[in-house]
Every structure is written in structure tokens, then in C-alpha cells.
């Protein structure tokens, strides 16, 4: 889908835009068959429990919600602060920017895959911290312009993961309050340090979040951001530490990884089943951590 239609249709309104995504649900479920294997796979392994007609039910709802995220993502392209303000509800997120500036504090919240992390860039209309977005570059350079263009609209700083540590430590030097938020749940090399148990698998994280908080001193928040119903979501930061230097090694990221886990077994529909989280084996050198 080329850019100059992707920005086209994000000028469309939401039932048009639903409209288009219940088609393309079924063009990636049914015919395209997008990622089928992959997702099975990973619900099958991620809840054993369940029925093979549980987990397809969990499967079709999971397509619905990644063609609405889809076209949700480009719809952000157009959309404006009352726009967002209508459909995310960050009433809370706010609040406790507000609490942490009046302390003379930057922060660090850990998110993930779930929801419509997408639109939290709205919450960088919020101006007492510095909102910096770790991510990784995309391969395409114009699609990579266009995301970026996105999700800078209203203030963020894009953080690319290469240069997250020393960037963030500069805020930290020269006492300037940041948020950094790190979408903490991609798969990192399988020679990572931190491997833990995860939805019953043997996952491993990346450690750059847990070693900027030890450094830092940050307080560290979860990102609870839930769907509320179709189009319309709700975030909220709970506290994981105020204090993350007094923790273990690694300790911030095994709260991270339950934490996620509890709300993905909530509403599993709602998280990026697509992503082939599991594609490494733990070295046998390597311990699993357990807390």
C-alpha cells in the first residue's frame, strides 16, 4: 500500500475506515492468509490450556484487531489533538507526569505490543518531559520517513535503539526530565543475559531498559493500555519502582514480563501474536531467570 493512498486514506472518517478494515480482515485471515503459522504456533505454545477452538476464536479476533490497528496507525497520520483526546483517554498518564515534574523527576515506562501502542504519541502533547520513542529503524527509508512523521506529530523525540543509552544518560546529565518509553517486548539476539519464563516459553529481553533505570535512578512505570472497545482505548502508568538502582540485576524486567503476561492472558486477542517472539533457543550457558 503506497504512501500518497496510505495518507489518502487516513483523511477518511472512522466508519469508512472500519468498513475497510472488516474487508481487509478478510482478505488477511482468509485469502492472504498473513502470518497464519505463526500466530497458530504461538497461541498453541502460549496457552496449552485452552481448546483448539478457543485459541481460533482468540486467532479471528486477533486478525480483526490487527487490520483495525493497521488502519488506525494511518489514521493517526491525519488526526488532531481533539481527535485523540476523544479516543484515548490519558487522564491518568498525565497526572502522573505531573507528579514526577513537581518532584524534579524523569521517567521510564515499560511497554509493549498491545492495544494501539500507536497512538500514545498523542500523549507528547503533555509538555513537562522530553517523550522519547525507542524504536528500530525500518528497512524502507520513505516508509520510515512517513512512520516517523507520524509519530513525531505532536512533540516526540525518536530514540533509535543504537543510540538510546548514551542519549538518555545526556538527559539525565544535564538534568533535563525525559520520558523514555520502550517497547520492551521485541526479541533481542538469542546471546542476550535475560532469559525468563513467558506465556510457558523460555523468552529472552532485551536488558537496555533495565540498565538505563539502575543508572538513571528514573522511577519505572507499566504501561497498562487497554482497548476499551473498538476505536476508543484507555492508559494508565503503574508504578513498578521508584527506585530501580536498589533492585537486582534484571529484577525490572522479570516484574515487566509478568506484569505483561497477566494482561495478555486477560485479553490475549489485543497483542502482536504475529511477531515471531520465540524464534531463539536459550543457550545452555545461559540461566533462566526465575526471580
Not at 83 to 99: A, C, G, N, P, Y
Not at 156 to 162: K, R, S
Request: proline share 5%; with cysteine; glycine share 4%.
Amino acid at each position: 500500500m503506497g504512501i500518497l493512498f496510505q495518507k489518502g486514506i487516513s483523511h477518511l472518517p472512522f466508519p469508512i475506515i472500519y468498513f475497510i478494515s472488516d474487508g481487509m480482515f478478510y482478505v488477511m485471515y482468509y485469502l492472504v492468509r498473513y502470518r497464519r503459522k505463526v500466530v497458530t504456533q504461538n497461541l498453541r505454545n502460549s496457552f496449552p490450556e485452552k481448546t483448539e477452538k478457543e485459541r481460533n476464536i482468540i486467532e479471528r479476533k486477533f486478525y480483526h484487531h490487527l487490520s483495525d490497528l493497521f488502519l488506525e496507525s494511518i489514521k493517526a497520520y491525519s488526526m488532531t489533538e481533539q481527535d485523540f483526546s476523544k479516543r484515548i483517554d490519558l487522564t491518568q498518564v498525565f497526572r502522573v507526569f505531573d507528579e514526577e515534574y513537581q518532584k524534579g523527576r524523569g521517567l521510564i515506562a515499560f511497554s509493549t505490543h498491545y492495544a494501539n501502542w500507536e497512538w500514545m504519541l498523542y500523549a507528547a502533547t503533555h509538555k513537562t518531559h522530553k517523550y522519547l520513542v525507542v524504536y528500530r529503524i525500518l528497512a524502507n527509508p520513505d516508509y520510515e520517513q512517513f512512520i516517523t512523521g507520524i509519530r513525531t506529530r505532536f512533540g516526540a523525540i525518536p530514540l533509535p535503539m543504537e543510540h538510546t543509552y548514551k542519549t538518555i544518560l545526556d538527559y539525565a546529565r544535564r538534568n533535563e526530565l525525559f520520558g523514555a518509553w520502550f517497547c520492551a517486548d521485541q526479541t533481542p539476539p538469542p546471546t542476550t543475559h535475560f532469559w525468563t519464563s513467558f506465556l510457558n516459553q523460555e523468552t529472552p529481553f532485551f536488558q537496555g531498559a533495565d540498565k538505563i533505570a539502575h543508572k538513571t535512578n528514573a522511577p519505572v512505570y507499566f504501561l497498562d493500555l487497554r482497548k476499551l472497545k473498538r476505536g476508543y482505548y484507555k492508559a494508565e502508568l503503574i508504578k513498578m519502582s521508584d527506585s530501580p538502582k536498589d533492585l537486582p540485576e534484571n529484577e525490572l524486567l522479570h516484574l515487566y514480563a509478568k506484569k505483561m503476561e497477566s494482561i495478555i492472558r486477560e485479553t490475549p486477542e489485543y497483542w502482536l501474536w504475529s511477531h515471531r517472539r520465540w524464534k531463539h533457543k536459550r543457550p545452555a550457558n545461559t540461566p533462566l531467570y526465575e526471580g
